[in-house]
T-cell receptor, first 112, second 114 residues
């Protein structure tokens, strides 16, 4: 099993729709998880952090399911500006330092 | 407050050559991590520098090496370039090595190997 797996998509959704992405991880000891957003030909930018069961920020909700080892990102009322690639990130602690593993990303295209 | 800066923005090299990429961290950050992002893939962790030493390393060959300077800036060196080294190289800085939630990325250096 890969350390971090994501459905690459693309997910094509109409404006106003609700869309959800999943990300599975293999290291059961991981304590923190992150969603990054990456626009085409730009650098990734932190969208949300997930430390316990979940996190909510406006239209975005991230949830963690430790038993099944996955995190999800839910986007409500999709906007055209949400079109981007969403990267799941799972750090692995090692003696106070971290190796950071990114998923391959899920591409979202919001259609007018 | 300047964010993470990288230079150059684009670079074209030929197979077998050597390349050096540079990164200046965000003000107040002392940890620098380097990533390679091939087209259509997520960033792959190369290594992390803290206190001028390599602290963590991903699955990259010894052709990839780095350095961190006393002012926390960093260099990534790649020797004996291969076609497969063509990618976007991202530098990220953070407040300390274990703080992924404070990690900021630079705009990247796009390397093309011919």
């Amino acid at each position: 099993r890969k350390e971090v797996e994501q459905d690459p998509g693309p997910f094509n959704v109409p404006e106003g729709a609700t869309v959800a992405f999943n990300c599975t991880y293999s290291n059961s000891a991981s304590q923190s998880f992150f969603w990054y957003r990456q626009d085409c030909r730009k650098e990734p930018k932190l969208l949300m952090s997930v430390y316990s069961s979940g996190n909510e920020d406006g239209r975005f909700t991230a949830q963690l399911n430790r038993a099944s080892q996955y995190i999800s990102l839910l986007i409500r009322d999709s906007k055209l500006s949400d079109s981007a690639t969403y990267l799941c990130v799972v750090p692995r602690d090692s003696g106070g330092y971290q190796k950071v593993t990114f998923g391959t990303g899920t591409k979202l295209q919001v259609i007018p | 407050d300047a964010g993470v800066t990288q230079s150059p923005t684009h670079l074209i090299k030929t197979r077998g050559q050597q390349v050096t990429l540079r990164c200046s961290p965000k003000s107040g950050h002392d940890t620098v991590s380097w990533y390679q992002q091939a087209l259509g893939q997520g960033p792959q962790f190369i290594f992390q520098y803290y206190e001028e030493e390599e602290r963590q390393r991903g699955n990259f060959p010894d052709r990839f090496s780095g350095h961190q300077f006393p002012n926390y800036s960093s260099e990534l060196n790649v020797n004996a370039l291969l076609l497969g080294d063509s990618a976007l190289y991202l530098c990220a800085s953070s407040l300390w090595p274990g703080s992924t939630d404070t990690q900021y990325f630079g705009p990247g250096t796009r390397l093309t190997v011919l």
